[in-house]
């Protein structure tokens, strides 16, 4: 067989993607920015990839829009950032081995701190900066008692390897409509705060706000504010996007392309286990995404758009593959919207959070590498993220 030579650069050869809107990040980054007092800054959080949109395309828009600062999850999200040349500070928000901090310290990201053994355990020659994670109400990770936040603290302002550069807290649920209980975790975290302050003098980054509280609570401003899921444009919670004080633009959308259109005669069924009949004749297409795309089995009769309608998806998801109810014949090629608009129609993220029994934020994290990114900037592709690189 002769082999030909692949076209150099960035392609995929499915009919499937997500678009990316850079622009949406940007405006999402620039709103906040308006809002907040000129004295917070903003980190923008990109863990999980971006929560599924790409971290280094999403931070570099929060950059240019405003933010000052990037957080992650974990280091090997930290180091991917720093190995793609972004220079900002980053602070990795998670639970990191005392091992690992001298590579912290080498590429000169910020760690998570909160135990003494973690202190104890630290040996290296340079020095890393740690923010501590104080524990006022969410119980995961921190340090919650006055007096071991005085231990902590002397033993960390005493440590040669060890620069105490902030500290903070995270709310427990500041995307519900009663914020009683983010008002006493804000207090409860200036108190703890404060004794910290004791220890290691007073600090430079003092930060508690994810988005609902960034957007809602304007006393938890503080030095800076944790930007995450908003920033993609997403709502924290269907039950607070009335109190949003500014618009929000979605960045993710969903696409597909028909690869095939037919006719069912009443009586006829679709797809594994045979769980749907058709109750008159009708036309049904076949949709290439399924599971293995992160498309759930659960999106089952939920809507998607075609010709700027909506049409039923019917039968079982498969691995690769779905099948939708449509109202008459269509071309293979037609485009269908999963996430996003058509015409006049749209289906948003929390219709499709909704849908499956979750929130905004695990949608599109869960959509997987197979399904290619095509990253916009001013309208443009610019380039296009896969796990498979052609
Ligand atoms: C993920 C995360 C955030 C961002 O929260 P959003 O609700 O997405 O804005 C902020 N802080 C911590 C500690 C987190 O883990």
């Known amino acids: 067989m ?22 949406a990040v940007e405006e999402n980054v620039a709103a906040l920015r308006s809002h907040l007092p000129e004295k917070t800054g903003i980190m923008a959080v990109v863990k999980a990839d971006g929560y599924g949109h790409g971290a280094v395309h999403t931070a570099k828009a929060a950059l240019r829009a405003g933010a000052d600062q990037l957080a992650v999850a974990m280091l090997d999200e930290a180091l991917e950032l720093r190995q793609a040349g972004m220079t900002a500070p980053i602070l990795v928000m998670g639970y990191s081995r005392p091992e690992d901090a001298a590579a912290a310290a080498a590429y000169d990201i910020t760690l998570t701190a909160y135990a003494e053994a973690w202190l104890d355990a630290l040996a290296l020659d340079g020095i890393v900066d740690v923010h501590v994670k104080l524990d006022s109400g969410m119980n995961r990770l921190g340090l919650k008692q006055v007096g071991e936040i005085r231990s902590f603290g002397r033993k960390a302002a005493a440590h040669d390897s060890v620069r105490v550069t902030g500290a903070f807290t995270h709310f427990a649920a500041s995307d519900e409509k009663d914020l009683s209980f983010t008002r006493e975790q804000l207090e409860q975290f200036t108190f703890q705060r404060k004794t910290l302050e004791e220890t290691t003098g ?35 919670s269907a039950e607070i996007q009335s109190d949003l004080p500014f618009p929000l633009k979605r ?49 089952q009769d939920g809507d998607v758009l075609i010709n700027g309608r909506r049409a039923r998806i019917i039968g079982r998801i498969c691995m690769d593959q779905m099948m939708i109810e449509v109202e008459e014949p269509v071309e293979t090629g037609e485009e269908v919207v999963l996430i996003g608009r ?21 949608v599109p994290c869960i959509i997987s590498s197979r399904v290619p990114r095509v990253i916009l900037i001013n309208g443009e592709q610019v380039e296009v993220r896969s796990r498979f690189t052609f």
Not at 264 to 282: C, F, N
Not at 342 to 362: F, K, L, N, P, W
């Open 2 to 23: 002769k082999m030909t030579t692949m076209k150099a650069g960035p392609s995929f050869y499915r009919d499937t993607w997500a678009d990316i809107d850079m622009d």
């Open 202 to 236: 007073t600090l430079d980054s003092i930060h508690a706000a994810n988005s609902a509280a960034a957007m809602r609570v304007d006393e938890a401003a503080l030095n800076t504010v944790r930007f995450g899921i908003s920033m993609y444009g997403l709502n924290p």
């Open 342 to 362: 058509q015409g006049g129609e749209e289906i948003t993220m929390d219709e499709v959070a909704g849908r499956v029994d979750t929130i905004s934020y695990e």
């Open 251 to 299: 960045a993710f959308t969903l696409k597909s392309r028909v690869t095939h259109c037919k006719h069912l005669q009443r009586g006829e069924t679709v797809s594994y286990g045979r769980s749907y009949k058709a109750e008159r004749d009708m036309w049904t297409a076949t949709v290439p995404i399924g599971y293995a795309d992160g498309w759930i089995r659960a999106h």
